[in-house]
């Protein structure tokens, strides 16, 4: 019975030692939650790896308010892929709009489509042939809904570019309150130089000057010893008070595919090749052999949410000697300007390399 009274009493104390550590963990611990825990900066970061599409040639990217609208070369179709976020952009809701004829000259080999809204109007560029590349030419594609997963794509047929010839990665863009269309192409009907040539559109499916080459691949990493020469993929991009033509040359067979630049001061002519100017930096973007990025290029733009930030979007291959393939992956990543209003692309990131997110993702 004594026994009993003694571990009674040892339960006892126990218990007030208890609850007195409860009471005071219980009255202190409205200080503690209300202090933002202190944790390092680099955990807290929002990150995503390359590549953001394991295939994904040619791609091109439109900003629609706070979402992202891309596309890129199926090869069978052409197809938009729509996210809020482009580092979660295999997550995005992807739908075929349109589907080629069984037949005739835009049936096969559906390359390189740009998605543009033109006058309140969504256009898509596409290039395509009947199974034969040397019949490649540029079509247009037309929706008048407000949103281009909405409404009906009508095929207004061939751009007939001046000339008559062989032509893919037609692009558009507004310089000035004018519209102008440029592609790569060849100067005559064999596949000797693909060129870099522009035109002033009309409406965005009529052609209103001839054709002015821009530029011809005679540089070194252009050449890059192939046959024939490539200067391909053209890409505007305007800042301040110049216009930048971006573009791709080497093959992109080969794992030298760069990408280039010229540009001009806004206020001049973009049909006057005198205006232009080529890069002196050239290439800027090149192979990363380190880090898994083979033949960059074929890239479009786009701005973070914020509209802060500028960002590249690519296509490279994870392997050396993978060629014009299905393996050619999306990537992207940020980029910079120099002093000088250039933009600084440096040497492609590390292929699975945590990237952090564009800004407000």
């Given at each position: 019975m004594e026994l009993l009274k003694i571990k009674l009493r040892?339960?006892?104390a126990i218990s007030i030692v208890c609850l007195t550590i409860s009471v005071f963990i219980s009255c202190n611990s409205s200080q503690i939650s209300s202090e933002s825990p202190k944790i390092d900066a680099m955990s807290t970061a929002t990150t995503f790896k390359n590549p953001i599409l394991s295939s994904g040639a040619d791609p091109w990217v439109y900003k629609n308010g706070n979402e992202y609208i891309v596309t890129f070369t199926t090869g069978n179709n052409i197809t938009l892929i729509r996210t809020e976020k482009m580092s979660e952009l295999k997550n995005?809701?992807?739908?075929?709009?349109?589907?080629?004829?069984?037949?005739?000259?835009?049936?096969k080999e559906i390359w390189a489509p740009e998605l543009h809204k033109i006058n309140g109007k969504w256009y898509v560029y596409y290039a395509a042939s009947d199974g034969d590349n040397k019949n490649h030419k540029m079509w247009v594609l037309e929706n008048t809904s407000q949103d281009p997963f909405l409404g009906t794509w009508v095929d207004k047929g061939e751009l007939k570019l001046p000339d008559d010839k062989w032509a893919i990665d037609?692009?558009?863009?507004?310089?000035n309150n004018e519209h102008y269309f440029a592609w790569s192409g060849w100067s005559g009907d064999t596949n000797v130089s693909q060129n870099l040539y522009i035109v002033k559109l009309e409406t965005p499916f009529k052609v209103s000057t001839e054709r002015v080459c821009l530029l011809k691949p005679t540089a070194t990493?252009?050449?890059?010893?192939?046959?024939?020469?490539?200067?391909?993929?053209?890409?505007?991009?305007?800042?301040d008070n110049k216009v930048f033509l971006f573009y791709s040359a080497g093959g992109c067979w080969t794992d030298g595919y760069s990408i280039g630049?010229?540009?001009?001061?806004?206020?001049?002519?973009?049909l006057d090749v005198n205006s232009w100017t080529r890069s002196e930096n050239n290439p800027l973007?090149?192979?990363?052999?380190?880090?898994?990025?083979f033949g960059p290029g074929h890239n479009s733009f786009f701005k973070s949410l914020n509209g802060k930030e500028d960002w590249i979007l690519y296509h490279a291959n994870?392997?050396?000697?993978?060629?014009?393939?299905?393996?050619?992956?999306m990537r992207m990543e940020q980029f910079s300007w120099d002093k000088d209003g250039l933009p600084v692309f440096g040497i492609p990131e590390q292929l699975g390399k945590e990237l952090i997110r564009p800004a407000e993702e």
């Open positions: 040892i339960y006892g995005g809701t992807k739908k075929i709009i349109w589907t080629p004829p069984s037949s005739g000259f835009n049936s037609g692009t558009h863009v507004e310089i990493w252009e050449t890059n010893n192939t046959n024939p020469l490539v200067a391909e993929a053209p890409q505007f991009l305007i800042r630049m010229i540009l001009m001061e806004l206020s001049k002519n973009p973007f090149k192979s990363n052999t380190t880090g898994n990025t994870p392997q050396p000697g993978q060629g014009c393939s299905e393996n050619r992956s």
